[in-house]
């Protein structure tokens, strides 16, 4: 079982930059990769960003490739998401993830081999 926990939301001007972080708790979270996605007010949920168990691999969605940058720090059982340039159809609830499997050559094809999900945190952007 893995419990996420996401922080660091909040208001920002175009331009501007945030950090999120998401704090997991269970013994797993060094062996499955982690995920962030997104989801605007009535938009349905889209990948943002993931990176692979190790933290070798990462791979972004077009949209936000160049601006953020996923990173993990295993020892702390912390991924996190750094968000540069920021745009106003960056705002969204940004929510993390974590692989249902282990040592995953890669990262989850799909967002339902995303077996664990935080509750998420506000991201808003103005003009």
């Known amino acids: 079982q893995v419990q996420l926990v996401e922080s660091g939301g909040g208001l920002v001007q175009g331009g501007g930059s945030l950090r999120l972080s998401c704090a997991a708790s269970g013994r797993t979270f060094s062996s499955v990769a982690m995920g962030w996605f997104r989801q605007a007010p009535g938009k349905e949920r889209e990948f943002v960003a993931a990176i692979t168990w190790s933290g070798g691999r990462s791979y972004y969605a077009d949209s936000v490739k160049g601006r953020f940058t996923i990173s993990r720090d295993n020892a702390k059982n912390t991924v996190y998401l750094q968000m540069n340039s920021l745009k106003p159809e960056d705002t969204a609830v940004y929510y993390c993830?974590?692989?249902?499997?282990?040592?995953?050559?890669?990262?989850?094809?799909?967002?339902?081999?995303?077996?664990?999900w935080g509750q998420g945190t506000q991201v808003t952007v103005s003009s």
């Open positions: 993830a974590a692989d249902s499997r282990a040592y995953r050559a890669g990262p989850p094809s799909t967002s339902r081999e995303f077996g664990y």
